[in-house]
């Protein structure tokens, strides 16, 4: 079946540490994008990717970094320099930008 | 930047009874969506309203857009408990992303 993997689904982060997200699809889709959702919240977006090595920032870039050297895999890097990251990160893709989007279930980061 | 924003932020009702939720945005669109998220989970794609269009149907969802109001409402009628979830609407705008409302979280008592 087609569809948008993220892992893990739970991650904790120790002060100074960079953690990384994992997103990958096997839809053949050009471009991926990252979001962070806060509890009782909508999505607000960190990066996204339009094809393979290149990405732009969205809203919300500090402190996050991201890679795009294949088609099927967006990770994101989640920076010491992010000082509240705990939070629900959802990672989607689409064929084209602005049309239906497919998202994974999510990586819950909390803070150690 | 937030566009979107829905109301209301939260509702209560009975199993079988209809529930409809609002959009507004802020500039001109090229199309709307409306998603849902179970709790803990990713959003799903429910239906997308292009702007050329007034009304949408996908079976007991029926989805408005008014463009001279900037406003789009979600109807779900005959609601069941499994419709528990929140709702969000997104709109792809100029910028060619999808800018999200801050949601309704719906629950449905059985």
């Known amino acids: 079946d087609g569809g948008i993997t993220q892992s893990p689904k739970y991650l904790f982060r120790k002060e100074g540490q960079n953690v990384t997200l994992s997103c990958e699809q096997n839809l053949n889709h050009d471009a991926m994008y990252w979001y962070r959702q806060d509890p009782g919240q909508g999505l607000r977006l960190i990066y996204y990717s339009q094809i393979v090595n290149d990405f732009q920032k969205g809203d919300i870039a500090e402190g996050y970094s991201v890679s795009r050297e294949k088609k099927e895999s967006f990770p994101l890097t989640v920076t010491s320099a992010q000082k509240n990251p705990t939070a629900f990160y959802l990672c989607?893709?689409?064929?084209?930008?602005?049309?239906?989007?497919?998202f994974g279930d999510g990586t819950r980061l909390s803070i150690l | 930047s937030q566009q979107g924003e829905e109301d209301p932020q939260a509702l209560s009702i009975q199993e079988g009874e209809n529930a409809t939720m609002n959009c507004s945005y802020k500039t001109s669109i090229n199309n709307l969506q409306w998603y849902r998220q179970n709790s803990g989970r990713g959003l799903v794609h429910l239906i997308l309203i292009r702007s050329n269009e007034r009304e949408k149907h996908s079976g007991r969802l029926r989805v408005t857009l008014d463009t001279s109001k900037k406003s789009s409402s979600l109807l779900i009628t005959a609601s069941r408990a499994a419709d528990t979830a929140s709702y969000f609407c997104a709109d792809h705008n100029a910028g060619n992303m999808l800018t999200f409302g801050g949601g309704t979280r719906l629950m449905v008592k059985p």
């Open positions: 989607a893709s689409t064929p084209a930008p602005g049309e239906t989007q497919h």
